[in-house]
């Protein structure tokens, strides 16, 4: 079956410095593979997206995230953090390639510092 | 455009009722899948309609059920509530059920059962 875990529950950065939050996927086939955000009291926001293109993917508010199928890896990184990043981040990865449904990791809160 | 919109944002029931949430998806997309989000279980995959058709449920009992209109307006409902049923529910509409289509969330609706 597939599945999706980050293997933070907590990551805490300081402004200014760079971010990395780590996700593992596990699947019979490259599935495609996302990131979203959340902030308190919010839904979820797209940050990117992976379909089999390119492996480096570059998404909203200066975030990157690479494929790395040799390692099922999908993790999300961003060069500098701005207190406004600190938000719940989720990876999420699809059932299959004929539906909708998304399989969600457990969660990553980041935490900026000033 | 506008984006998924979901109503009521906030409700509280109790014990034994039933409710009914609605969610509109962006104009143009005619897929809408529904997630179950708690602080312990995560988001959890309820059920994916496209086209009035439900192509997905997900593992839930079923007190839990859901519709679409032909306008792709979809509502889903829970029968004879009980606490474990409070969480956030979330919609999510997407221009086809394919898996390599992004997702666009809606804000939510908080549902507090007591």
């Known amino acids: 079956a597939q599945s999706v875990t980050q293997l933070d529950s907590h990551v805490s ?4 410095t760079p971010v990395l939050l780590r996700c593992n996927y596990s699947s019979s086939y490259s599935p495609s593979l996302f990131w979203y955000v959340q902030h308190p009291n919010k839904g979820l926001q797209l940050l990117l997206k992976y379909t089999s293109a390119a492996t480096l993917v570059k998404g909203i508010n200066g975030f990157e995230a690479e494929f790395k199928k040799s390692e099922t890896s999908f993790h999300l990184t961003k060069p500098s953090a701005h207190m406004s990043d600190a938000a719940e981040y989720f990876c999420a990865s699809h059932g299959s390639s004929n539906t909708g449904k998304l399989i969600f990791g457990q969660g990553t809160t980041l935490q900026v510092k000033p | 455009k506008a984006g998924v919109t979901q109503t009521p944002r906030y409700l509280i ?22 997630y179950q989000q708690t602080p312990g279980q995560g988001l959890q995959f309820l059920f994916e309609y496209f086209s009035e058709t439900q192509r997905n449920k997900g593992n839930f009992p079923g007190r839990f059920s859901g519709r679409q209109f032909s306008n792709s307006r979809s509502e889903m409902n829970v029968s004879t509530l009980e606490l474990g049923d409070s969480a956030l529910y979330l919609c999510a509409s997407s221009l086809s059920p394919s898996g390599a289509t992004e997702q666009y969330f809606g804000p939510g609706t908080r549902l507090t059962v007591t």
């Open chain 2, 13 to 34: 029931k109790t014990r034994g009722q039933q409710v009914t949430l609605s969610c509109s998806p962006i104009s143009g997309h005619r897929s809408v899948s529904w």
């Open chain 1, 13 to 16: 950065v300081s402004e200014g």
